[in-house]
T-cell receptor, first 114, second 114 residues
């Protein structure tokens, strides 16, 4: 089945210790997104890639970066995690960026910063 | 500009009774509207979407929603709740004809009692 896969599903890191979250997709979609979802809140878009074009949301902290080495993979790097970065991180994909295009979400990585 | 208001933060229903989750939207553009469901510690799963075709949209797992432009509403219904419907539900709006990030409602937590 075509899908969006995230690894790891759970990650615990220490304050200030860099961490990388991984997302892969078998849908061959052009667009990949990273969202942050804190407890009992809606997801918040951090950035997205349209092919190799990177688009950062204005309020995404500089601490958060992303890489997309090929169509299938996208990584979220948190350079110096703070306690406030504890959250679920969701990867999503869509075929294109038009409003009618559905975004398909992965299962998420739950990150805990101690 | 666009926004979404989910009118109930929590809904409790008995198994076998109807479910109604209310959503009102505001959009300067012709909107695409989505309902996503999120089970605990899982990603978001698309239930259904409206993209200016039929106003009554049928989704997965017996859910359906009706787009009412005059009321700017997109309420989600299911005739008979199942225990597995216990989850968080998000109403989402996006402009149909151009790039626009998903605008999420605050979510409705559904509890199903035996």
């Amino acid at each position: 089945d075509a899908m969006v896969i995230q690894n790891p599903r759970y990650q615990v890191t220490q304050f200030g210790k860099p961490v990388t979250l991984s997302c892969s997709q078998t849908l061959n979609h052009n667009v990949m997104y990273w969202y942050q979802q804190k407890s009992s809140q809606a997801p918040k878009l951090l950035f997205h890639y349209y092919d190799k074009d990177f688009n950062n949301e204005a309020d995404t902290p500089d601490n958060f970066q992303s890489r997309r080495p090929n169509t299938s993979f996208c990584f979220l790097d948190i350079r110096s995690p703070g306690l406030g970065d504890t959250a679920m991180y969701l990867c999503a994909t869509s075929r294109a960026i038009q409003g009618t295009d559905t975004q398909y979400f992965g299962p998420g990585t739950r990150l805990t910063v101690l | 500009a666009q926004s979404v208001t989910q009118l109930d933060s929590h809904v409790s229903v008995s198994e076998g009774t109807p479910v109604l989750l209310r959503c009102n939207y505001s959009s300067s553009y012709s909107p695409s509207l989505f309902w996503y469901v999120q089970h605990p510690n899982k990603g978001l799963q698309l239930l259904l979407k409206y993209t200016s075709a039929a106003t009554l949209v049928k989704g997965i797992n017996g859910f359906e929603a009706e787009f009412k432009k005059s009321e700017t509403s997109f309420h989600l219904t299911k005739p008979s709740a199942h225990m597995s419907d216990a989850a968080e539900y998000f109403c989402v709006v996006r402009p149909t004809d151009s790039w626009g990030k998903l605008q999420f409602g605050a979510g409705t937590q559904v509890v199903v009692t035996p």
